[in-house]
């Protein structure tokens, strides 16, 4: 392969413009003069935190700008020609022919009224790389290479008849059907769970080896990119950090930001001993939804204890979400109970005393959808201490002050808006709510997974820390092992509505391991070299013992 550039990024200036509550709009520049250099057949990881500026650098590879974003500087040369002062035909020829995009929400890019084959071939078609008959027969091709079931027939289903993961991996196909010289891959494995994530992992990297394509992998997860690519560029506020091979980001990096994404969730809990009487226990808990005769949950028993947090782990659709929706009173059980402080809870939400709501609170995944974006951060804090307190005036605001200091944001954020709030902060918001009704039990749904890793690992840490002030119980719903380990005082595991393993955290972390438990553990990325090919290997063994 050439050793000379395919893309070739000099001094890589983005900027925006902004419109501030009650101020005139500004300029800003939200990236900094970027440099780098990919040939022909490499892959180049782009990783950082949440505004670092990986997906606009990555868009920016297609010469544009997503959003209101301008390329107001520098160089994005392709190919031999500086794309940012091409002509419309030049761009047009790049976008979808020369390099294609594969975004993190496939659900999101997909058009439902149209079969999956009529948008995987539509892009081939159009640029004159294929006809209809070789671009479907390409694509047909394509959907084996990344193990897709049935090959021949899936792309006459439409976005909603396959899974998350096999959505995916048509993306991924969609993107490689023009024979593209350069794939922006933009998170495309996050939202996955960790079974279904090393599937479309393994089957990225393959397609990227046995095309020759080259590809820009955009990420949060060190670990992740680790597997797929040649070097890796760290970016934080539109700046490039440090860059260099794999091997050195991950095992010498020079830089402050880059140890401490190498070193992230370094958290160490110390499982606690139940001394108390369950706050909450599922008693025999089946359910199913309106309408349907299929049970979503079989016969779930769990305990919580005071001050303990229960994690309830498995991949999508196992029931852990639907588990939540029972507990709270959003879906009530056709057999079972839920005892809660020695209680019997109704069944359904709007029969529950005031008590019962106020003492089992929730914190959601999306922080940007579970506010109102008209609502001041006073607002948001300050409605259920009126609600469940009647707190008004000075002593409403002071206790929204103490709240905003226990979730360490301190002054200056009760007048802001979400829109003016970070991730991480928007989450802190909510935190703080669920806080303000003094409850016994806050159920955390997911709530750092749409997080950067360090992001993600202050919010537990806030977690932890408000646990041992508050004495409040968490029911942490996750995928993700790592915050597992992190937290838990006890897990339960769930497959297809059913809790396969459970107890506490130093025994269901401990050998031996049902298969299920096996695969979720061993499928968690490791950072190291290597670690997707032993993985892989391991597990064509045990198949072939099989």
Avoid at 124 to 140: M, N, P
Avoid at 521 to 533: A, C, Q
């Amino acid at each position: 392969m050439s050793d000379q550039p395919l893309l070739k990024v000099r001094n890589l200036k983005i900027g925006a413009t902004i419109y501030p509550p009650g101020e005139r709009p500004r300029d800003i520049e939200i990236v900094h003069g970027v440099d780098f250099d990919l040939a022909p057949g490499k892959v180049l990881g782009l990783i950082g935190e949440s505004g670092a500026g990986k997906s606009t650098i990555g868009l920016a590879a297609m010469a544009y700008g997503r959003g209101g974003v301008e390329l107001t500087g520098g160089e994005v040369w392709v190919n031999g020609r500086d794309m940012l002062r091409a002509g419309m035909r030049d761009v047009r020829n790049l976008r979808g022919g020369e390099v294609t995009y594969v975004s993190q929400s496939a659900a999101a890019s997909f058009n439902p009224a149209k079969k999956i084959m009529d948008q995987v071939v539509e892009a081939a078609v159009l640029q004159g790389k294929f006809s209809r008959k070789d671009a479907e027969a390409r694509g047909v091709e394509l959907f084996r290479k990344l193990g897709l079931p049935d090959p021949e027939n899936i792309g006459n289903r439409y976005p909603h008849q396959v899974s998350g993961g096999q959505l995916q991996r048509c993306m991924t196909a969609l993107a490689l059907c023009p024979e593209p010289d350069l794939v922006v891959f933009d998170e495309p494995t996050t939202a996955l769970d960790v079974t279904t994530q090393i599937d479309v992992l393994a089957a990225i990297k393959e397609a990227i080896r046995d095309t020759g394509v080259a590809a820009l992998y955009i990420t949060h997860d060190l670990a992740v990119v680790a597997q797929v690519s040649d070097h890796i560029m760290v970016l934080r506020m539109g700046e490039m950090v440090e860059y260099g091979t794999v091997d050195q980001i991950i095992n010498n990096p020079q830089e402050d930001y880059t140890q401490a994404l190498v070193s992230v969730r370094s958290i160490t809990h110390e499982e606690k001993i139940p001394t108390s009487n369950p706050l909450l226990r599922v008693q025999g808990i089946t359910a199913r939804y309106k309408g349907t005769d299929f049970d979503v949950l079989k016969d779930i028993n769990v305990d919580l204890h005071p001050g303990q947090t229960l994690a309830v782990v498995g991949e999508s659709g196992s029931g852990k979400s639907t588990l939540a929706r029972v507990i709270t009173g959003l879906l009530p059980p056709s057999k079972g109970q839920i005892i809660f402080d020695g209680r019997t809870l109704t069944p359904d939400l709007p029969t529950r005393p005031l008590d019962d709501l106020r003492e089992l609170q929730m914190i959601y995944q999306m922080a940007d959808t579970a506010m109102n974006p008209r609502q001041t951060v006073g607002t948001i804090i300050g409605r259920p201490l009126e609600f469940y307190f009647g707190l008004k005036g000075a002593e409403k605001q002071r206790r929204i002050q103490e709240l905003l200091d226990e979730i360490e944001l301190g002054t200056g954020f009760q007048d802001r808006y979400p829109a003016e709030l970070s991730g991480g902060q928007k989450q802190r918001v909510c935190i703080a709510r669920a806080l303000a009704a003094k409850p016994k039990l806050i159920i955390c749904d997911e709530v750092t997974s749409a997080l950067d890793p360090l992001v993600a690992d202050g919010i537990l840490k806030l977690l932890l820390n408000l646990q041992k002030i508050e004495d409040v119980a968490y029911l942490f719903i996750t995928h993700d092992l790592a915050t597992v380990k992190a937290i838990a005082d006890s897990i339960a595991v769930m497959f297809q509505g059913e809790v396969v393993r459970y107890g506490p955290k130093s025994e269901v972390l401990s050998p031996p391991f049902d298969d299920y438990t096996d695969l979720l553990l061993s499928s968690v990325p490791e950072m190291k070299l290597g670690w997707l090919e032993e993985v892989l290997a391991s597990r064509k063994m045990e198949s072939a013992g099989n």
